[in-house]
């Protein structure tokens, strides 16, 4: 298995050479302080960096913006594939946000649940998890978690892995994309989908098909009024949020897309961050924690320059 581990005795060799590396590049008297995110951010260079493939990019369109996701298909290719099928007829066009539940999720499709899907499956088997692919990089987490014996990021993604099993899955952390479904484990095939917008609800990992996670616009989820039904939903259909279309960005001109690059979860660039959130050295912090947890670890996105 091709898993590039970081343990914790090059971590600081990392950190050391990502900071004199900002020693040349940020001289300022507002420079960031030596250690910090922005510090190990300002010493990128553009090989840290890649660009969003429009192919795997979601544009979720509201009234009050747009919220854009990053799509796995090598973690969920059914679905995302039939996301396709159901997006370039129109599926989403006019449907709504029905339930927006406190510190959990977002949810939408159709509030009805009987819009004919078209070409679109109304089954699928669920992709909880997938067999390991020894093409993939994974960068560890040194600190341990509660829900799998090794995490870490895999192509920009926060992942778990069971090592033993040879079984990888992609977690729940705030702004993941979900398939949403009954019962029936084969019941979700991504008509219904939902973002994560409160505490990392990690007991979800391995129960529901993830299928990416949000790079922009979360603030337009996070913020909706909450509903007063169970669970979230809402009471009076005037209540819900109205789509104005969800599209893959390649299927959309290229004058209508909006150019995002994202920090490579491969590099010693991004290790360095890791180390940066474990130890906070910003003015504020008088103790750091010297541990951090897998959905603590931010993955900067930018507009391509």
């Not at 995110?37 to 990019?57: F, G, I, N, Q, Y």
């Not at 009805?112 to 992709?127: C, F, R, V, W, Y």
């Not at 090794?150 to 090592?163: H, K, N, P, S, T």
């Not at 979700?188 to 299928?211: C, F, K, M």
Request: glycine fraction near 6%.
């Amino acid at each position: 298995m091709n898993i590039t581990l970081v343990p914790r005795h090059r971590l600081a060799s990392i950190v050391a050479v990502a900071l004199s590396a900002v020693g040349l590049q940020v001289a300022a008297s507002d420079s960031p302080p030596p250690g910090t995110m922005a510090a190990v951010l300002a010493a990128s260079t553009a090989a840290d960096w890649r660009p969003l493939d429009p192919e795997k990019t979601l544009y979720l369109d509201l009234d009050s913006g747009r919220v854009i996701f990053e799509l796995a298909p090598d973690f969920a290719p059914a679905h995302v594939a039939n996301l396709r099928t159901l997006t370039q007829s129109g599926w989403f066009d006019g449907l709504s946000i029905n339930r927006v539940q406190d510190n959990f999720v977002t949810q939408w499709g159709d509030p009805e649940s009987n819009k004919p899907l078209g070409a679109a499956k109304a089954k699928i088997a669920p992709e909880f998890e997938q067999s390991w692919n020894r093409s993939w990089r994974m960068t560890r987490l040194p600190d341990g978690d509660v829900y799998a014996s090794q995490v870490g990021f895999i192509e920009g993604f926060a992942a778990a892995l069971d090592e033993r099993a040879g079984k990888v899955w992609l977690t729940h952390c705030y702004g993941t994309l979900g398939v949403g479904r009954d019962t029936a484990a084969d019941s979700g095939n991504a008509a219904e989908l939902y973002a994560v917008i409160g505490h990392s609800p990690r007991q979800l990992d391995r129960n529901i098909t993830v299928i990416g996670r949000a790079v922009r616009g979360m603030e337009l989820l996070a913020a909706l009024p909450r509903g007063t039904l169970p669970l979230g939903f809402y009471a009076k259909a005037e209540e819900r949020v109205p789509i104005k279309r969800i599209r893959f960005a390649v299927d959309l001109p290229p004058a209508e897309r909006i150019p995002l690059e994202v920090l490579r979860t491969d590099t010693p660039t991004f290790a360095a961050l890791i180390e940066s959130r474990r130890n906070r050295r910003d003015e504020w912090y008088l103790q750091p924690a010297g541990k951090i947890d897998l959905c603590s670890v931010p993955i900067p996105v930018r507009e391509r320059r």
